[in-house]
Every structure is written in structure tokens, then in C-alpha cells.
């Protein structure tokens, strides 16, 4: 499932067509939604956000138009009369003079008025984005020792969405490996020290992902990986996905255990606590 750094990308592309842009014809195709054509033609999109998982798209009459990126649901930036190559149901399609911005087979889509956006079921238990630029260390440090969520497992955590919106599994086990974590431990009952490390590195790796379409690692051991001929999927994660393979801090084979019903990857040895 794609997680923060994807969709934010994602909101990028389709932000290059539609914002500052009037919509000159909406295709609107889930029965809920149809009410909002007339509405929606002739307004200017004034900006696409994101939420963690979703993604907002804002027009200028105040309505905003939800929709979360579950497992199957993708947005396409393509210029007017193109068509994606896809066996995906379209869902939604908003044209511009030039281009069209094509959401597909998303089943979790709203259209609303901003005055309703704090109290949506979602949104309003969201917790701050986490490629947000203003979240810092602190606020994120300061969150992981607070009620409600100090004494909950690390695992569990860092995919509750309310903990911060984005954060996802391939994100989480890299994130716990570099701040030497393991996925049972509890904030309550980690070091100040090693808070503060885990809240760096939270936002470090997933801006770090973003900025390099996937990639979690540091740029320099990115590229000396890419030298030795691995593969894009073989350099990009430190841990992820490579269990019964050494680690590369310390050799020890990385093991695979699932938490909150996803698997997350660990070594042993350098996430003993």
C-alpha cells in the first residue's frame, strides 16, 4: 500500500495540471458525487494537499474533494484525451483546457464544504503529516511520550495514522533499525536519548524517501550500492524485506515478525531493547 511519501508525490503530479487551473468538465462517477458536477465545473483549483494517506483537492467556491489512496485507488496526470493504460474503473476525471486529472478504482471519495473538513471522521483523528514542513523532532518526540500513546508498542505505533498520518510499513522498519529500536518496545520505557534519535530519524527517512522516490537509504550509501550493480529494490532499504540476509551494521541475520498484522523486519541484534 502506498504510503506518505507516495501519495505526496503523487499530489505533486496532479497538482502540476489542475492547480491554478479552471475545471472545464468533471466526470464524477460514483452515485455520491454526482450531485457535485455542476458545482465543481468552472472553479480554479487553488491547491492539492495531503493527509497522510489522502489526498485533499481544493477548488476555489470552498468545496474539497477527499479521497484516501487505499490499496488499489491511483490518480493519473495525463494531457486531455489520453488515457492511461489500465484495467482500473475510473472514478473521478477533472479536465482542464489542456489536461485531465484521472482518479481510479479509489472507493473512499467525498466532496464537502471546508467548513466540514476539521469534523471529518478521518482527518479529524489524523495526526500531524508526517512530511509536513513544519513538524519538527521535538513535536515528534513530544508525541511519542504522550498519553495515549506512550505506552503502546513501537510496532503498533508507527502505523496508527492518529500517531502521524503517513507513516507506513516499509517506513517503519527502516525507521526503528536506524534509530536501533525494536518494534516491542515502548516509548514510556525508552531512554530520553533514544527518543530524541527516533524522532530524528522518523522524519529524516521519510523526507529522505520522498525526495528520492523511494529510496531510505543515505544518498552516498545509495549510490556506492548502485555501483556494485544492485538492483534499485536491493539498495534502497536497509532492512525491509531482507530477512535471512546479514545486517549491514552489524551482520547479524535480519530477521521477519509480523505487528499490527503487517510483518516488520529487525535485526536481532542492533534492535535488542
Not at 489536461?99 to 464544504?113: G, K, N, R, V
Amino acid at each position: 500500500m502506498p504510503e506518505g511519501p507516495e501519495i505526496r508525490r503523487a499530489a505533486d503530479e496532479i497538482a502540476k495540471v489542475l492547480v491554478g487551473r479552471k475545471v472545464m468538465e468533471a466526470e464524477l462517477l460514483m452515485p455520491s458525487l454526482r450531485m457535485f458536477e455542476g458545482k465543481v465545473v468552472g472553479q480554479t483549483v487553488t491547491a492539492i494537499d495531503t493527509r497522510g494517506k489522502a489526498m485533499l483537492t481544493r477548488f476555489g467556491n470552498g468545496l474539497v474533494m477527499y479521497s484516501h489512496n487505499q490499496l488499489y485507488g491511483r490518480w493519473f496526470a495525463v494531457s486531455r484525451g489520453e488515457h492511461p493504460r489500465t484495467n482500473r474503473q475510473l472514478r473521478v476525471a477533472l479536465h482542464t483546457r489542456t489536461h485531465s486529472a484521472l482518479l481510479y478504482s479509489a472507493s473512499d471519495i467525498e466532496i464537502f464544504d471546508e467548513s466540514e473538513e476539521s469534523e471529518h471522521p478521518f482527518l479529524k483523528r489524523a495526526g500531524p503529516d508526517i512530511l509536513d514542513a513544519s513538524l519538527t523532532a521535538d513535536t515528534v518526540a513530544e508525541r511519542l511520550t504522550a498519553n495515549g500513546f506512550r505506552n503502546r508498542a513501537l510496532g503498533n505505533l508507527y502505523l496508527d495514522q492518529g500517531f502521524l498520518a503517513g507513516n507506513g510499513n516499509y517506513l517503519r522498519s527502516e525507521i526503528l533499525w536506524a534509530a536501533r529500536l525494536n518494534p516491542l518496545s515502548r516509548p514510556g520505557n525508552v531512554p530520553k536519548d533514544a527518543l530524541k534519535r527516533l524522532a530524528r530519524e522518523t522524519l529524516a527517512i521519510a523526507r529522505r524517501s520522498y525526495r528520492t522516490r523511494g529510496v531510505t537509504v543515505p544518498e552516498k550509501i545509495a549510490r556506492e550500492r548502485r555501483a556494485t550493480g544492485m538492483s534499485f529494490e536491493q539498495y534502497r532499504f536497509q532492512v525491509y524485506g531482507r530477512d535471512g540476509q546479514p545486517c549491514y551494521r552489524c551482520d547479524t541475520t535480519i530477521d521477519r515478525f509480523n505487528s499490527g498484522s503487517r510483518s516488520v523486519f529487525i535485526c536481532p541484534a542492533c534492535q535488542s531493547r
